[in-house]
């Protein structure tokens, strides 16, 4: 292979980046169906920002492990700062306070903090002796890791990023050792709290969506809409689908955000099982990728870290699916790679190039220096 394909070309993760293309490509599809024909509207910017946000993991991919080190805690308290700034002088949209604004800069820093906290609890377990792992002592910092962003995104109100980001710190604090009893426990009190959370804690529109969950057919043309029509657009797709530019769900304006959160929805009335399967696939290579990378990791740290991305792009993909297809709430969470949109695309390829620099870090012994090539 060596003496056809350059060494350099041949060293990349193929196994992910050629599913990872087709879904982008395979997204583009879509979204230009999802806007009538009209490339230009979602899928121009949707490939633009794929472009932009692969040169930043293959920037990220560069790294060392001293150079991470460093830049862990200082990266994830800079965030923290930001999730605290948004509730000074975030901007309101869509009844939510979740963006800064600086001249034509418009970040969420809750998206930020999806990786970063994933990243600060595998840089503290992976320093930590591993007799100190299943104690109380320990688990007091980690758990402030974790519930202090959670509290912040749960003030903007966002219940959906705040559950992708305790699933990616719990998944890092399980495979680092913690007893399961702790998880079960902890499982049981949620149970038990459950009543007071959806009463206290939610509001008036995350209940609702709680109970449209429940029982969407209640009110079909009112909170279950939704659902109810991305029910219909998955189900009337069949086998192979209506064809390209041919769904009349989204065409006809039934399907509320045929381009972002239900996306999945669009894609399968047009290509049917067998696009849903492509889909699948593609993102179950990627998972599995993830997870060998996470397997072949030479230190704890690594292994842990890149455990953790796994484990929050599958959040994103899983939470979506379900979603769309009614065995979740809708909580705004928009598929990976598919769906329009800049920040899910960035938190997912923060994830990927993380993934990209522990594949390299396993395939060649560490450098001193901030940065190798």
């Not at 806007?35 to 946000?53: K, P, T, V």
């Not at 509730?87 to 903090?113: D, H, K, Y």
């Not at 109380?136 to 992708?164: H, N």
């Amino acid at each position: 292979m060596s003496g056809i394909v350059p060494a350099p070309v041949a060293r990349q993760p193929w196994m992910m980046l050629f599913p990872l293309f087709g879904l982008i490509g395979f997204g583009a599809l879509v979204l230009t169906s999802a806007a009538a024909g009209n490339f230009d509207r979602y899928a121009e910017s949707h490939l633009i920002r794929f472009a932009i946000f692969f040169v930043m993991a293959v920037v990220i991919s560069r790294f060392n492990k001293p150079t991470v080190s460093l830049l862990t805690y200082p990266a994830y308290i800079a965030i923290l700062l930001l999730l605290m700034a948004v509730e000074i002088v975030g901007q309101v949209g869509g009844g939510s306070q979740r963006w800064l604004e600086v001249g034509p800069i418009r970040i969420q820093p809750s998206e930020l903090m999806k990786p970063a906290a994933v990243m600060a609890l595998a840089h503290y377990y992976g320093g930590l002796p591993i007799g100190m792992v299943p104690t109380w002592r320990a688990l007091i910092p980690a758990g402030m890791i974790i519930l202090l962003p959670i509290a912040f995104v749960l003030l903007q109100p966002d219940l959906g990023t705040s559950l992708a980001i305790g699933f990616g710190g719990f998944v890092v604090m399980f495979l680092a050792g913690l007893p399961l009893r702790w998880f079960l426990v902890a499982g049981a009190a949620a149970v038990a709290m459950a009543p007071v959370a959806f009463f206290v804690g939610l509001q008036p529109y995350q209940q609702k969506r709680v109970l449209t969950f429940l029982d969407p057919e209640n009110d079909p043309l009112g909170d279950g809409y939704q659902i109810t029509q991305s029910k219909i657009a998955i189900g009337s797709g069949g086998l192979f689908g209506k064809g390209f530019n041919e769904g009349s769900q989204s065409h006809l304006n039934y399907l509320p955000e045929p381009h972002t959160d239900f996306v999945f929805a669009t894609m399968a009335e047009e290509w049917g099982f067998a696009g849903g399967i492509f889909v699948i696939v593609c993102f179950g290579t990627i998972l599995f990728w993830g997870l060998k990378v996470a397997k072949q990791a030479n230190d704890r740290f690594s292994k842990l870290l890149a455990a953790g991305m796994t484990a929050t792009i599958f959040f994103f993909i899983a939470i979506n699916l379900l979603m769309v297809m009614g065995f979740a709430p809708v909580v705004g969470i928009p598929l990976p790679f598919i769906s329009h949109g800049g920040s899910s695309m960035m938190t997912n390829m923060i994830c990927i190039g993380v993934l990209m620099m522990i594949h390299r870090w396993n395939r060649k012994a560490p450098r001193t220096g901030l940065i190798v090539s």
